[in-house]
């Protein structure tokens, strides 16, 4: 069973950033992010591949977000700048091994794993 432990929300003020950390236990994942706020359905905001060469960005946050991973700590880190108010939600990190060393997954039914979530609220 793989358990994932996130930490980094919290509240900030529109312009301002946040870091967000998912650590997993074991090794070799597909790693991403997605978020979900009131109302809506959970959306891809990230994903980065086993051996973090490759990453993927929503639209939303393209330039304002960067996806990055720390292998010997297992543990996968979304740095937000530029944070918009619509940027507030429940952000999940979630990881999968069953794709190929280069693959970032972008859909939310190619994860198996799943963090419990942390708020992020960004105030105007």
């Known amino acids: 069973q793989v358990q994932l432990v996130e930490s980094g929300g919290g509240l900030v003020q529109a312009g301002g950033s946040l870091r967000l950390s998912c650590a997993a236990s074991g090794r070799g994942y597909a790693m991403g992010w997605f978020r979900q706020a009131p109302g809506k359905e959970r959306e891809f905001v990230a994903g980065?591949?086993?051996?973090?060469?490759?990453?993927n960005y929503a639209d939303s946050v393209k330039g304002r977000f960067i996806i990055s991973r720390d292998n010997a700590k297992n543990t996968v880190y979304l740095q937000m700048n530029s944070l918009k108010p619509e940027d507030t939600a429940v952000y999940y990190c979630?990881?999968?091994?069953?794709?190929?060393?280069?693959?970032?997954?972008?859909?939310?039914?190619?994860?198996?794993?799943w963090g419990q979530g942390t708020q992020v609220t960004v105030s105007s």
């Open positions: 980065i591949s086993w051996t973090g060469g490759n990453t």
């Open positions: 979630a990881v999968d091994f069953r794709y190929g060393p280069r693959t970032v997954v972008t859909t939310s039914s190619g994860y198996a794993y």
